[in-house]
């Protein structure tokens, strides 16, 4: 089976920008989770989707935003762009009934 | 606040011996722990899944205990070889809430 996709791979944006990155999660899996990683905060959890719904959400403004479609793809929108927002973005899927997480390689987003 | 920490300090360890990472939690009782392992540039890759009723688990090289008293897990990995140099991410899992917490990982190195 293919792995979790994430496009694009890399993204420069400027302040004020907005940005939407998409998810391609592993062929059956239903739940997908997204993650933005920076060296000092480590992962923090963004949101989870299962089944097009937003079933969970972490502790991030509005800005942040996501939605699933019926494929299970998922995208994840930032607004009005930071420069606190540059990070690794990961996403994550997991199989029903398992709560074994498999990342995509994660979106590299830079604000300048 | 729910809180997880792993040593922020890298583990340098000489090949052959046996490398023991460590990861305590506060304020939180998970239902499942689990361990990734993260190369630079690159997504999490899960390892093993401990439940909370399991005291031990094992994976070729790799063990994981889990001590709900003392709110700690411990990651063991024997005979470690240069390969095994990554940084390693302890995970809980609050299966009520479906949120993964995610701690800031360990970076071990392998001297050889």
């Known amino acids: 089976k293919a792995g979790v996709t994430q496009t694009p791979r890399y993204l420069i944006k400027t302040r004020g920008q907005q940005v939407t990155l998409s998810c391609s999660p592993i062929s059956g899996h239903r739940s997908v989770s997204w993650y933005q990683q920076t060296p000092g905060q480590g992962l923090q959890f963004l949101f989870e989707?299962?089944?097009?719904?937003?079933?969970n959400k972490g502790n991030f403004p509005g800005r942040f935003s996501g939605r699933q479609f019926s494929n299970s793809r998922s995208e994840m929108n930032v607004s009005t762009l930071e420069l606190g927002d540059s990070a690794l973005y990961l996403c994550?899927?997991?199989?029903?009934?398992?709560?074994?997480?498999?990342f995509g390689p994660g979106t590299r987003l830079t604000v300048t | 606040s729910q809180k997880i920490e792993q040593n922020s300090e890298a583990l340098n360890i000489q090949e052959g011996k046996t490398a023991t990472l460590t990861c305590n939690y506060t304020?939180?009782?998970?239902?499942?722990l689990q361990w990734y392992r993260q190369d630079p540039g690159r997504g999490p890759v899960f390892l093993l899944l401990?439940?909370?009723?399991?005291k031990e688990k094992r994976k070729e090289r790799l063990k994981v205990t889990f001590d709900t008293t003392l709110k700690q897990s411990l990651f063991h990995i024997t005979a470690s070889q240069p390969a095994d140099s990554a940084t390693y991410l302890c995970a809980l899992y609050n299966s009520g809430t479906y949120k993964y917490i995610f701690g800031t990982g360990t970076r071990l190195k392998v001297l050889a």
């Open positions: 989707y299962f089944s097009e719904t937003q079933r």
């Open positions: 304020n939180y009782s998970p239902a499942y």
């Open positions: 401990i439940r909370e009723n399991e």
């Open positions: 994550a899927s997991s199989p029903q009934g398992s709560y074994e997480q498999y």
